[in-house]
């Protein structure tokens, strides 16, 4: 297989600090990644069609986890544009335009694709990355979580004895009202930096879920706090 190497770079940048192993599927169709955080509380799911690959030879359906981390890093040591891919040993091999090669380990497993929640999300907006990215900061501050709410616009709070609010006026669909955790919404905001916007999407007591798309799509899902 071969491929330009930001396909495969974007994706593990914004998913290497959520997810230790995700699981990568490679099949017919192109390659999946559906993977969960350790905690269970968030999910991240990207899909390359084989369309985005130069060349995408396919024989048996491949199923496995991968260290998320050295993955970024061997993505990170080559500097051309092109990559080639083909699996080997229990290994998949990643080699350059100039011959370095990488040959890194890979766990079969059967049970390593988990079902993905199917969700009913009546409220949504759309968002710049930037702002959105700063009203997690902003709320940081004073708290761990912040509390989202769309009622004709954006209203974002959160703290008890300290506090931050802020209202955002954009076009909004639906209302609802629901707390998310900080920590992992900022692990989200790692796609940031290759995205302008942000569809986020949720229901009152129900998980979040952060669509990120230009060139490529890439989404997390967010499960709610109970106030």
């Known amino acids: 297989m071969k ?10 940048d914004c998913l ?4 230790i192993e995700p699981c990568l599927k490679f099949n017919s169709e192109g390659l999946f990644i559906n993977a969960f955080a350790e905690s269970n509380a968030a999910m991240v799911m990207f899909k390359l069609p084989k ?4 060349e995408y030879e396919f024989k048996d359906e491949q199923k496995f986890k ?37 040959a890194i380990a890979v766990m079969h497993d059967d ?3 988990r079902d993905m929640p199917q969700l009913k999300l009546d409220s949504n907006f759309k ?8 009203l997690f900061l902003d709320t940081e501050v004073v708290t761990d979580n912040i509390k989202i709410e769309t009622q004709g616009k954006i ?9 931050f609010s802020e209202e955002v006026e954009c076009e909004v669909v639906g209302e609802a009202k629901t ?3 900080l920590e992992y919404l900022n692990k989200f905001m790692n796609a940031s930096k290759y995205f302008k916007e942000v569809l986020f999407e949720f229901n009152s007591d129900s998980p979040c879920k952060l669509t990120f798309k230009d060139d490529l799509e890439i989404q997390f899902i967010l499960a709610p706090i109970a106030d």
């Open 155 to 163: 209203i974002c709070s959160g703290g008890e004895l300290n506090k």
């Open 127 to 134: 968002m710049k990355c930037s702002k959105l990215k700063d």
């Open 111 to 113: 049970e390593v694709e």
């Open 3 to 12: 491929i330009e190497k930001k396909y495969l770079e974007i994706p593990f």
């Open 66 to 102: 991968i260290s998320a981390e050295l993955f970024f890093k061997v993505m990170k040591r080559i500097k051309t544009k092109l990559i080639n891919l083909k699996f080997e040993d229990q290994r998949i091999i990643i080699s350059d335009e100039n011959k370095k090669e990488y």
């Open 51 to 54: 369309e985005k690959f130069i």
């Open 179 to 181: 707390s998310y955790g």
């Open 16 to 19: 290497k600090d959520l997810v």
